[in-house]
């Protein structure tokens, strides 16, 4: 397993195609490619979803933890099949998901994320997100490979 930062910003990046505001992962501290990845999302008071997610009561939407999460397997997804340059990693579903604590401005999201399944071009992901050591959400979740010459008419 490498530890430390593997991928500051800049890495991923290259490895992701999600921009801002839809980038939701920040470094990743662990990869061990086919089997986990530990990553960081910091989640600070200047984000857009805080101006209507509440106003009043500031907590960060499940689906965007969720999404987190999902990026983060992405980024364990694309470091460990070959050729990843050539695919595109679609999320395709989301299985058993449990919300256990909510997520405001200051806290910072530890993402991990295991490879459990290949099933073709199906890889089934577990995830979880911690604020400390306290579990936020955690649950399954799918992606599809999909070659690129497949999306957009090959652009």
């Known amino acids: 397993m490498t530890t430390g930062p593997v991928l500051d910003i ?3 990046l290259k490895s ?5 505001p839809f980038l939701l ?3 990743v501290l662990e990869l061990e490619p086919g ?7 910091n989640v600070t008071f200047n984000e857009e979803f805080f101006q209507g997610h509440f106003p009043l009561v500031r907590i960060m939407p499940g689906v965007l933890i969720v999404e987190a999460m999902a990026q983060a ?3 364990l997804i694309y470091h460990s099949i070959p050729d990843p340059d050539k695919k595109f990693i679609l999320f395709s579903k989301i299985d058993d998901m449990k919300f256990r604590r ?3 401005p200051g806290d910072q999201l530890r993402l991990a994320a295991e490879l459990r399944k290949i099933r073709g071009r199906f890889h089934q992901i577990h995830g ?3 604020v400390g050591e306290e579990l936020a959400v955690e649950g399954e979740m799918w992606a599809s490979l999909v070659d690129r010459g497949e999306l957009n008419g090959g652009q």
């Open 10 to 12: 800049e890495g991923i």
């Open 16 to 20: 992701l195609p999600h921009r801002y």
């Open 25 to 27: 992962v920040d470094r």
């Open 35 to 41: 089997k986990s990845i530990l990553a960081l999302k």
């Open 73 to 75: 397997g992405g980024l």
């Open 102 to 104: 909510p997520v405001v």
């Open 128 to 130: 979880r997100a911690y």
